[in-house]
């Protein structure tokens, strides 16, 4: 049993992780920005330094830190900007700060964003043996994260920190509730749901996963902590597919036709295609995604129809 700390333990990801955590017995505290009665919970932003301290402090010492806490998404980091690099460096250089004191080992959710525009097969040395040219990266959230990996890289460095840092790829599931930010997957089929119309860009083919299959592999790092290692974590190769066709798995499920639809040319400024290489998580995460799109949609679905009261 190990004593773990999640931060942003109450968001989408977060939630499933301290489920799956839990499961397999371990001492799990989450904090993060709301107000919940859930257990082993408290209230804190990453941005306030006294904040964390208080958690570490009254609910520590903490073997692991899983740091999720973060402003998610590209176009909510264009408008919330000031939040984006608060939370995102400032908030990412306080766990830091702490964990050079208390010698934690933390696992860093940064995100395949960090790989911009890149042409090739992303996988994670593109960051390392690339030139910065061909790693372009189109946003604040991509650039937040990639600063945040750097801080990680450099305490190690500095202070023999003990850092994995995990890139994860479009995960999607139950617990995510909709924001206009989120993710095509939950955008459309909330939207969907609603009967509201929405927008579908041509041409862009994404690898999608299942969230309890990316959590799955989440907590088995504490099983093979590797310090300085990285991993792309996301579903199977054979699961990349143009958006257009997971609309059209959306659709189906859900049971309407596409007269909600605007189709138009790709969208500027995104990646046209994210052809990722997980092969490394693979080996040493044993991370093995099981939920094909059709039945983690399904389940989306279903979760969405029973907390927004859909019938």
Known sequence: MKRILVTGGAGFIGTNLVNELCSRGHQVTACDLYNTDRDNYIRCDVRNYRQIEHVLNEYGPFDYVYHLAA???????EAYYENLWQTNVVGT??????????????VFFSSAEVYGDFAGQM??????DEPIKATY???DYAISKWAGELMCLNS????????????PVNCYGIHEEYTPYRGFIPKFIYLALHKKPYTLYKGHK???????DTCRTFANIVDNFIPGEVYNIGGKKEWEKDIKEYSDIILKTIGIDDSLITYKESEPHTTMVKTIDFSKAIKDLSHAPKVP?????KRTVEWMKDYYRIS
Do not use: C
């Not at 402003?71 to 980091?77: A, P, Q, V």
């Not at 799109?293 to 949609?297: A, N, S, T, V």
């Open 71 to 77: 402003e998610y998404g590209r176009w909510n980091g």
């Open 137 to 139: 990266q189109m946003n």
């Open 156 to 167: 190690a460095r500095m202070f023999d920190t003990e850092t994995v840092r995990v890139r």
């Open 293 to 297: 799109p059709e039945e983690g949609i």
């Open 123 to 128: 996988d994670e040395s593109v960051m390392e």
């Open 93 to 106: 250089k306080h766990i830091i700060r702490f964990q050079e004191k208390l010698n934690f080992k933390m």
């Open 206 to 212: 994404r690898i999608i996963d299942y969230v309890e």
